[in-house]
């Protein structure tokens, strides 16, 4: 029953009451009588009653579509204070509880703001799921890991099929924290560990361990590789010292042993040194000192200091600078060394033909090629020439006195400038290096 319906049969009840009083009163007054009196009292009585119906009608409902609204989501809404009396009190009270339940959403807006933020900040995956078992949460990293694109929430069921990662959501949500499980999700090794939450669900770490275990491998074969590298001459000239020093050869055969144990001893000096320069460059101790480097006479000096090999291999070299800069903006010492190897590396492995030193420039920078007609390289060993003792032919470059570090000190130099390198080659017909060096200023090395 409304109030507007109340309010009417209440005030037609005390117009009866007052006819009825009045008649008990007085019994010489009939009801004839007063009829019209309490016909106009009754309608004055609900024509009051219907002012104040709707006035308080309107108050209730003015409360209503504000409660409404906070329920709805609408933070703005707010009932007058103008009211007095009990209902003012009311929109009073509703006041400060909208004031009251914006303060405590914004606050918890912020906090999930900042939570949602600081796990997005998160290189490791974060994936959190309700005590349903459904996916409420998951940050970048975790889609990535996971290769998920779906929006939340979602069902478990999305994750890639890896029995390591089923069995540590399943243990945790028995409560039970899961210990660190490695497993492969595909081209990558991932850590997986899982625990329960206190109020019900489960939360997923997942850590990328590739890089990592990509480095151990890269270190084990390193010292591996090395000790191998220094092992051969070693033992050459172990062997030979062991035989001069024990046996009387005759002199020429004594010259012969000297020459290789020379041979070998500069080897080794020469792996060693390659290995001090490579450190030096990978621990970034090394910086380049920007100058500006005259490309025609840095290539004119290497061609002089290689015109022998390559004359006894009948290999020409050759230079063609017409569409380079005439200098470039580099660590002088950098850019011979870069130079030097490359064409180094490509007399050895050239047996006919040529080998020419190559540069073309344009508003980015200058390109430093050397392109050879060797015997080219396999399309699945071009992406590793660049790594440290990483040989397509490991017999064929010992003959020819590589020490496999070469080309990974190219990479780190180069790259040191902020350039970088490419390696294009076709079996049978030869191999191509580019080393890329940014145009910069001269100051910005200084």
Not at 387 to 399: I, P
């Amino acid at each position: 029953m409304t109030i507007r319906t109340k309010l009417h049969l209440h005030s037609l009840g005390v117009v009866a009451a007052v006819i009825a009083s009045i008649v008990l009163l007085d019994s010489r007054v009939s009801l004839a009588d007063l009829f019209r009196p309490a016909l106009i009292a009754a309608s004055v009585a609900l024509l009051l009653s219907e002012l104040v119906a709707r006035e308080l009608a309107g108050r209730v409902r003015e409360l209503r579509d504000v409660s409404v609204a906070l329920v709805q989501g609408d933070l703005t809404a707010r009932p007058p204070l103008s009211s007095s009396g009990e209902f003012g009190e009311l929109a009073t009270a509703v006041h400060r509880l909208s004031e009251h339940l914006v303060s405590r959403i914004t606050a918890l807006r912020a906090e999930d703001a900042l939570l949602a933020a600081l796990i997005e900040s998160l290189d490791e995956g974060v994936v959190a799921m309700d005590p349903r078992g459904l996916v409420v949460r998951i940050n970048s990293a975790a889609r990535e890991l996971l290769g998920i694109s779906r929006d939340l929430p979602f069902p478990p069921e999305q994750f890639p099929r890896v029995p390591a990662l089923q069995a540590a959501i399943d243990l945790a949500f028995r409560g039970t924290v899961s210990s660190p499980a490695e497993a492969p999700i595909g081209s990558r090794v991932i850590s997986i560990t899982a625990r329960p939450l206190p109020v019900g669900g489960v939360v997923i770490a997942l850590f990328d361990l590739t890089q990592i275990r990509r480095l151990e491998t890269i270190r084990r074969d390193f010292v591996a590789n090395a000790s191998h590298e220094l092992r051969t001459p070693l033992t050459v000239i172990g062997g030979f010292a062991e035989t001069l020093a024990d046996d009387d050869p005759e002199p020429e055969l004594r010259r012969q042993f000297a020459s290789t144990i020379k041979s070998q001893a500069a080897r080794m000096q020469q792996i060693v040194d390659d290995l001090l320069d490579l450190s030096r460059l990978e621990s970034g101790t090394w910086q380049p000192k920007i100058s500006s480097v005259d490309l025609s006479v840095v290539a004119a000096d290497i061609v002089a200091t290689y015109a022998a090999a390559a004359k006894a291999k009948s290999v020409s070299l050759d230079v063609d600078l017409k569409e380079a800069r005439p200098a470039i903006s580099a660590d002088p010492t950098a850019v011979r060394q870069v130079i030097s190897n490359l064409v180094d590396n490509a007399v050895r492995h050239t047996t006919q033909g040529s080998v020419c030193i190559l540069a073309i420039s344009d508003s980015e920078g200058t390109w430093i090629r050397v392109r050879d007609t060797g015997q080219g390289i396999r399309a699945e060993h071009v992406s590793r020439v660049f790594e440290r003792f990483y040989r397509v032919d490991s017999g064929r470059a010992r003959q020819t006195g590589g020490t496999g570090l070469g080309l990974a000190i190219v990479k780190h130099l180069v790259e040191t400038h902020g350039g970088h390198v490419l390696a294009e080659s076709e079996v049978g017909k030869g191999t191509t290096i580019s080393a890329f060096f940014p145009e910069r200023s001269i100051d910005a090395g200084e």
